[in-house]
């Protein structure tokens, strides 16, 4: 069963590198008793997927160093606001420094930098 937090409707941005940008408003599911949130674009290679899947999972979508998506299990409130709003304005990320990374708190300390 899949609910939306906000409308279903898919708004499209120019970029700056030329592509258009499907935003997906928020999408959020309860699938095996994981709760899970999609904000953005699958667009992109997967860059690194952080945590683990029934405590805390983060994932991102990177196209160019800039995030395209991110899908996050279990997570709160405020990181949900976080994510919302890089992969809305596909805030620019150091790729080294994501891979660097080894929890989902410390990719959270870079992405509200």
């Avoid at 899970?36 to 290679?45: I, K």
């Avoid at 994510?83 to 304005?89: A, F, G, N, P, R």
Wanted: cysteine-free; glycine content about 8%; aromatic content about 8%.
């Amino acid at each position: 069963e899949q609910s939306t937090a906000n409308s279903q409707t898919t708004a499209t941005t120019g970029t700056a590198i030329g592509k258009a940008f499907e935003y997906h408003p928020s999408v959020s599911s309860n699938i095996l008793n994981i709760k899970w949130s999609f904000f953005g674009d699958n667009t992109g290679p997967l860059i690194k997927i952080f945590g683990d899947l029934h405590i805390k999972l983060l994932v991102l979508w990177l196209w160019q160093g800039r995030i395209q998506g991110a899908l996050i299990t279990n997570g709160n409130v405020n990181e949900h606001q976080i994510l919302s709003d890089i992969t809305k304005q596909q805030k620019i990320v150091s790729i080294k420094n994501l891979k660097d990374l080894t929890s989902v708190q410390d990719v959270f300390s870079i992405l509200s930098s």
